[in-house]
Structure formats: structure tokens, C-alpha cells
């Protein structure tokens, strides 16, 4: 039998690429076992093929505004066959970025099947054994399927199939008003599905908050999107050749809704089943996730888990960082280890216009007891976004009470993903507003929406009495 490796990763996608990289770069002796294609969900059927997609309908919505860009009139024909064949061809132009070859080159030794876990230092793929050191699990997680009665009498779309359809729907029903439903659902309706989303909550983006979301609805339904919120989805039927969604809406009535396509999209869930996790050592939370300590340990001694399988955030930056600690803790402990640190943790839904958020916003702050103060800045007071017909939104700040310390933002705008580094610098690195308001940004770009939100915050805390002073110190000056 060949030499132990130090580290076998199970799951090739960004949690189990990042571990397998760090390992290899620390010259480990490495194992990666993929049972699907290397780069996981988010290569492949999540992140990368979904922005995609919504560059390609975000460009069809700018041509019908074109009367707002000074353009009298604007001619365009597509065939959606050709926009998911851009999709595909996308998906290609990354995957070298994480394929076998390239992690081959880097020292991991790449193994394509399903890896069976025999113990705690045993993983069995394609009939061969490897003995490890460590193991460290990342399988990720795929969509969950709610119990939803006559839905297996059809063949339903969610994100891991939604990139097989050749043909745009006429009729689409997104089931979800999370971020997933949210982005699908503005995109197809901007391409020119029929599309109407269904959200048992009362409002779609549930951890947003109400003015967040309130932006977002009103431009869905700019975009034709029929939003059927506090409804709950009861049964599929099939009536001849058509196919209907019941719906109960919150005051008894019920609606049902012809479709020619239904997107799934109610969450997702963690791959552990089929595995005696008992026998590892390995504790599941009530959600399935695997339950991990603070430095990202699945049993007490040997095996850890990084990205959905663990949770608690569905982000593959999120399993990245993980996996640094993972791959870490797993090869240099006992000298050295570290605990994970989720305290500036950022996201973006990429509707348009995108929505940001890092750290705290209202709901979660009420919720937790901690007490804030709120600086909002109108994205329509902005150069930048004028100039771009971008003028909508805002930036958000919270601080602490008095001080301008930074306990969370959300900016929803055009490139509100980009603006938000800001604020995650802040956070983590500890400056406040007044080191933003000291910082010059270039003129006219949409980052100084960052600057004037610091600037009125200012405002807001000059002292009164500094003002009278001033005013008089002014006057005797002339």
C-alpha cells in the first residue's frame, strides 16, 4: 500500500478545491475525489452560469430603455438557444481555472467517483483505498424539494437542471422568493418568459429588510414579473394538456396558475445522507448540516468540513474561507491552529439593481438587541448614477450609537457588490466613517455614494454648539 496521504478532500468544488490547493501548496501529500465535474455547484450550475444569464437579460433590458440613454429607437433578435449556448460557453472559458489538470500540476492527486468513507482514516473510490491522515468533507449541498403534492408528476426545473432548457418558457412559475428565485425570476421575465413568483412569506428577500425589498419588488414589477406573495403552493395538477399550480392565498382563496415551466428554488439542502456518520464520530444538526467546532473539526480528532455541508452561510466565499481553516488546522495542528472567524461575513443578490449587505442590518439588529443608529444616502443624489440613468437606491450604514464605527451596510444600487468592499474593509480592519469621509474617491464614480453616506453621518453628529462657535468665529472674522 502506497505512503498516507496527509489530506483527503472529498468534494471538488470551492470549499474542497481551496483545501486541496492550500494542502498542495504546503507540499501535503494530497487526495481530491470528484463524483461529478471539478468546480462544483457553483462552476457549474450555480454563480457562474447564473451570472451569466443575467448579464445577457440585463442587456436586453437596457435596449428597451433605450429612450432613457437618448436612443430613438433600438432593433435586437435572439434565440434563447444561443444565450444558454453563451452560458455553456462561459462555464468552459472557467473551467481550466478548476479542472484536474490544473490541480494535477499543482501536486493533488484527482480521482473521479464516489468516495465511501470506510473509517476515520480510510476513503474507498473506484475500489481503490487511501489511507490519510485527515479528512476533510465538502461535498456541498442541492436543492430541496418541498413535499409539494403532484410535483413528481412533472418534470420540474431547479438551478442544477435549469441550464439543460433550450427553449424560453412562456409561462414560468418560480417557486421562492429568496435570493436563488429572485435572480431567476428577473432574469426569464427580462428575456421574455411569463413570470410569476411565488413566495409564501410576505414579501420576497425574507432576510432583507422591508425597504430593501420594497425597491426590488417595484422594479420586478416594472419588469412584468406577476409577485404572488403570502401565498402557499399546495398541489400541481394536470388538467389535458395544461399544467396549473394551486395556490392558497392568505385571506382563504385560492389562485391557480398555468405554467409550462416550474423553478424550484426554496433552498437548498446538505449531501449527507447514506452516511453512518454515528460510526465517524460526526454529529448533524436538526438541518443536516454537519455540526463542526470552532477550528472546523466534524469528530475530535481528524475529520472536518468546509462550504453548504456545514453551513451556517451558502456562500461560496464562505466555503473558501472555511476551507483555509480546514486545510490548516488539519495539517499543522497540534503546533498550530485557528478558529473561524464569521465576523465580517458579506453577500449580493445580483438583481438589478444588486443587493449588498455585510454585518448587521435593521432586522438583525432589533432581533439580537443591539442598539444602532441609521445613516441612509439616495443613490438619485449621486453624479454617477445620474449620468448612467442608474439613479436608484441607496447605502445604508448602521453604527454604533454616538461613534462612527461600522456595524453593518447594505447598498442596493448598480454595482452594489463592488461598492459594499468598502464597508467589509472597514469591518474588518476597524475604521470608521470618518476615515471613509477622509478618503478621496475619484469624481464621478459610483464608490462616492460610499463617501457621502460617511458625510452625512457627519452632518448628523456635528455638535450644535461647534456650529455656533463656528458662526461666530466667522463673523468676527470679517
Known sequence: MAD???????????AGLVSAYIGAAVK????????NKMGGDCLNTGCVPSKALIRSSRFIAEMKRH?????KEVQYNFDFKDVMQRVHQIIGKIEPHDSIERYTNLGVECFTGEAKIIDKNTVEVNGQILKTKNIILAMGAEPLIPPLKGLEKINYLTSDNLWELQHLPQRLIVLGGGPIGSEMTQAFARLGSNVTQVEMEKRILGREDDDVAAIISQEFLKDGVH???????????L???????ICELSDGKIEKIVFDEILVAVGRRPRTDEVDWEKLGVRLRKNK???VDAFMRANDCNIFAAGDITGPYQFTHVASHQAWYCAV???FRPIKKFKVNYDVIPWVTYTDPEVAQVGLNENTAIAQGIPYEVTKYGIDDLDRAIAESADHGFVKVLTAPGKDKVLGCTIVSHQAGELITEFVSAMKHGFGLNSILGTIHSYPTMSEANKYAAGDW???????WALKFLRKYHSWRR
Open 67 to 71: 429612450h432613457d440613454f437618448g436612443i
Open 227 to 237: 409577485l404572488l406573495t403570502d401565498a402557499k403552493a399546495v398541489e400541481v395538477q
Open 329 to 331: 488546522n488539519a495539517l
Open 4 to 14: 498516507p496521504y496527509n489530506l483527503v478532500v472529498i468534494g471538488g468544488g470551492s
Open 239 to 245: 388538467n389535458g394538456n395544461d399544467k396549473l399550480l
Open 28 to 35: 501535503a501529500k494530497v487526495a481530491l475525489i470528484e463524483k
Open 289 to 291: 448540516t454537519i455540526e
Open 458 to 464: 457627519k452632518k448628523a453628529h456635528t455638535p450644535d
